[in-house]
């Protein structure tokens, strides 16, 4: 017989087999019921002890003997009826707690939230910067322009310049190595470097920062973490270089 309805009443593999075991026996020595459900002694008395808690079990003693005994199968919707009533009482003593948990939740800040990006996807990052900026107040962006990343940076939405200004949003840009050329809507500063070139080009934009590199096969990937806190400290440390510049 298929026992997962019995599971789902909280029974375990072996209280379901002790309980059908007795259905099919009527009442049983424990040694018979050992030797017929193929349990050791232990194993079956910790089965019993459940069936009884549960009410389904019970037992008598008959010439000395404990004799167990499967109760009425119709005693199963009680066990039903008592998990229902026990839920009811979880669920009204959770909800006397529910808003301190909440405040619990609430305390523990922002979560940052990071996004990985193929090279396939790179152009909804400068979509997303687009959208995010429209809806900010000061519709201004920063940026870190790195010399070796800004063909492939642009590649799938080389219109994003025209849309931006389009849109009235603003770019404070630093530009790394050599290039670049003012748009509108746009301030450029050029930062040079002795070491070598970095590989990576850096958006700050509203409550997110976009991280986009070359992978070994020079290929763009990029990274967006959505927190508050990393976008203002990127934020600052941009503005502070560029007060310099």
């Known amino acids: 017989m298929d ?11 072996r209280s379901a087999k002790v309980y059908l075991a007795l259905l099919q026996l009527g009442p049983s020595s424990v040694r018979s019921l ?3 459900c193929g349990l050791n002694r232990g194993t079956l008395y910790e089965a ?3 069936l009884q808690e549960q009410e389904v079990v019970s037992f008598y003693k008959k010439d000395s003997k404990q004799l167990f005994v499967a109760e009425d199968p119709e005693v199963l919707h009680t066990l ?3 998990q229902e009533e026990e839920l009811s009482l979880v669920d009204r003593q959770l909800e006397k707690v529910i808003s301190e948990l909440q405040a619990v939740h609430d305390r ?5 939230v990071a996004r ?3 090279k396939k996807e790179i152009a909804k990052i400068l979509e997303d910067v687009l959208e995010t900026c429209e809806k900010d107040e000061d519709r201004l962006y920063r940026i870190y322009s790195t010399e070796g990343l800004r063909e492939c940076l642009y590649r799938d939405f080389s219109t994003f310049s025209d849309v931006r200004i389009a849109k009235n949003i603003r770019v404070n840009v630093i530009a790394i190595g050599g290039g670049g050329e003012l748009r509108g809507l746009d301030e450029r500063k050029w930062l040079s470097l002795k070491d070598t070139m970095p590989s990576t080009s850096i958006l700050i934009y509203p409550g997110k920062t976009a991280y986009i590199s070359l992978d070994a096969k020079q290929e763009p990937v990029g990274v967006v973490i959505e927190n508050e806190g990393v976008s203002q400290t990127q934020k600052n440390i941009f503005d502070s270089l560029w007060m310099c510049l």
Do not use: M
């Open 80 to 82: 039903i009826r008592r």
């Open 108 to 112: 523990g800040g922002e979560r940052p």
């Open 116 to 118: 990985y990006f193929s």
């Open 34 to 36: 050992a030797l017929f």
């Open 48 to 50: 019993l002890k459940w």
């Open 3 to 13: 026992i997962s309805i019995f599971k789902k009443l909280g029974f375990s593999d």
